[in-house]
């Protein structure tokens, strides 16, 4: 513990000591409740990747009522993005974030109970504003309770939504597998409803522990000119002491302007080149994600004609063989290299992977059958530390604590969008197209490789956008009391 009493002036102060402090206290604790956040997101947009020919058989629906089920979470999450990134900036993390986890709770289990499609469709809906609601404040916490460099810094810990996104999927493939085993044959058809109704528990773990370490971010509360609160979660959550300056009218003056929160802000002069970037980003994984991750039992079944049994064991262990060790990799890469250099190294080698399963086709012989397998674990594994951990490093270090639900919800719902539309296309392009659906989404990965690489070079780990500008660092560099 430290007996140092610091006064801070301006927003940034409580920035700069978070910078320096993170990481004690219950700091850790808020980390990883927003961690568990990202699972359960992972998790319910998981849960019918596998399940969805149960509901197909169980409901007995058209193509088209197929596409609305499988889309329907994805559309939620579009509504949840924009809704959820504004709220999150304009009345704080902590109600947005307790808000989402009831959502949850109750989505889950009316899903796993639906008694007819309409209804399933309705919940996986609110799922989906649920899972698009918790993206943003999730990413703002894991930004605002970390340090901005060093080991487990800002960018490692946003890296860290990817592993825990591949654990959440391979997490429900897992107990789909044992409840393969466990349920009986009769009730084989309650698969896709259990794995569902289970989503609700660690949004009720979430619910259950909030009083003890959840608080709000004393990030967006300095932004907001509250720095009274925010220095008291600086003691709870850090053990730091900290004081608001005794001069008022100084204080007030430092409070930086606030933002009129808006959507339009992304693109001014400022920001465009950032966005646009992000954006980039968001469509291309959004579009590649789609295909061989959420398609990935499909892909298994139609192109290399597996088994049930195989089907599943087969994605249980490209998922955790090769996207969740890669995300692994990615958490560590992200606290030592630029993330534009690790983003563009991704695309590379989820281009090759893709280019090469289009080669191969339909595996005619054994050898075939395991390159292609394992050139699916290699766009797993490029995904993993590449596109899909930074994928969230970029919007929320691009854009500063007032705007940055804002930003993160806004590059979420553009994913959705995307998501939406490769859910109706991609069932089409693998009908019409076979195995060559894979070089049209290898244009997903040649994309952004040109965008990053020539026209766009931003890199957001360079500076802490929370420190406004060096002006009013200088001026409003801590002060120590004692």
Known sequence: ??????????????????????????????????????????????????????????????????????????????????????LTDKIGRYRVFMADMVLFVVAAIVAGLAPNVWVLIAARFVMGMSVGVDL????????????????????????????????????????????????????????????????????????????????????????????????????????????????????????????????????????????????????????????????????????????????LTTTLGLNLLFAFTGGLLGVYLASRLASRHILLLGFVLQFIALIALAWIGHPSDPFLLYLAIGLLGLWLFAEGFGPGAQMMVYPTMAYPAEIRGVGVGFNRAVTGIAQAIALFVLPVWMTKYQTDVFNIIAIFAFIPLVVIGFIFKFEPTKNDVDLISDDVVQESGVKQLN
């Open 1 to 86: 513990m430290s007996n140092k009493t610091y006064e801070a002036k301006h927003a940034e102060d409580i920035t700069r000591l978070i910078s320096q402090y993170a990481g004690k206290g219950k700091s850790n604790k808020v980390i990883w409740l927003a961690l568990v956040g990202v699972f359960i997101d992972a998790y319910d947009l998981t849960t019918l990747s596998f399940g969805i020919e149960q509901v197909i058989s169980e409901f007995s629906l058209t193509p088209l009522m197929t596409g609305v089920v499988a889309s329907s979470i994805v559309c939620g999450t579009i509504v949840g993005n924009l809704v959820g990134g504004f």
């Open 136 to 311: 943003p404040v999730a990413m703002s916490y894991l930004s605002e309770f970390s340090k901005f460099s060093g080991k487990s810094n800002k960018a490692a810990r946003l890296a860290a939504w990817c592993p825990m996104w591949y654990a959440a999927s391979s997490a429900c493939f897992a107990l789909v597998l044992a409840l393969y085993f466990l349920l009986p044959e009769h009730y084989s058809h309650w698969l896709w409803r259990v794995s569902l109704i289970f989503g609700a528990v660690p949004a009720l773990f979430i619910i259950f522990i909030r009083g003890k370490y959840l608080t709000e971010s004393p990030i967006w509360l300095a932004n907001q000119g509250r720095l009274k609160e925010a220095t008291e979660i600086l003691k709870t959550s850090y053990d730091i002491h900290a004081v608001v300056s005794s001069d008022l009218t100084k204080t007030q003056k430092s409070i930086e302007k606030k933002v009129k929160l808006s959507f339009k802000v992304l693109f001014n002069k400022k920001y465009f080149s950032r966005t646009m970037v992000a954006v980039t980003i968001h469509i291309s994984v959004a579009f590649q994600y789609t295909t061989i991750a959420f398609f990935l039992p499909s892909i298994l079944t139609r192109f290399f004609h597996t088994t049930t049994l195989t089907t």
